[in-house]
């Protein structure tokens, strides 16, 4: 697994299609990758970071967990900490009631982003771990590339 992944740090990538236009993404959290679908057509596989906690779903705020679920891509930030962001519905009805049943808030702010602003040389390098407080990451270029082509509301289903 561990020379999977740096194979797929290496791998050169092709593009997205000009034409390519982004309406589900499906992330894999135990094999590291989000894919890109327009309708039933797969477009393009990408590597990723998740949160520092990965093992398991979003419990509460400050977990350092990805969430696990069912959520829609809501917003858009050009401007954020991190290279562009795309905001995730989370928490959904299921996640905000599980984290009343312990008395705690469920958190939100959950994104796909690049890097951190000033840190994009970093490239492909962030994926040797996982980084982000619950996020998830790819590099600035991929990020260009999601954010210019996904369309609002854009299913994205995230598995363990």
């Not at 057509?41 to 590597?47: I, P």
């Not at 996640?95 to 994104?111: T, V």
């Not at 962030?126 to 980084?131: A, N, Y």
Request: hydrophobic share 35%.
């Amino acid at each position: 697994m561990v020379l999977n992944r740096i194979l797929s740090i290496l791998r050169k990538e092709k593009p997205l299609a000009q034409n390519a236009i982004i309406d589900s993404i499906v992330v894999w959290k135990s094999r590291r990758i989000m894919q890109v679908y327009q309708g039933n057509k797969l477009l393009k596989t990408y590597a990723i970071s998740l949160g520092k906690r990965p093992i398991g779903p979003k419990v509460q705020e400050g977990d350092l967990r990805t969430p696990e679920g069912i959520y829609a891509i809501n917003g858009r930030n050009p401007q954020s900490r991190f290279y562009r962001n795309l905001g995730i519905s989370y928490p959904n009805q299921s996640d905000s009631e599980n984290a009343a049943k312990l008395g705690k808030p469920p958190g939100g702010d959950i994104k796909i982003h690049g890097l951190r602003n000033g840190r994009g040389y970093r490239g492909k390098l962030h994926l040797l771990k996982d980084w982000t407080a619950g996020c998830i990451a790819v590099t600035n270029r991929q990020m260009d590339e999601i954010y210019q082509t996904v369309t609002p509301n854009a299913l994205i289903t995230i598995y363990p």
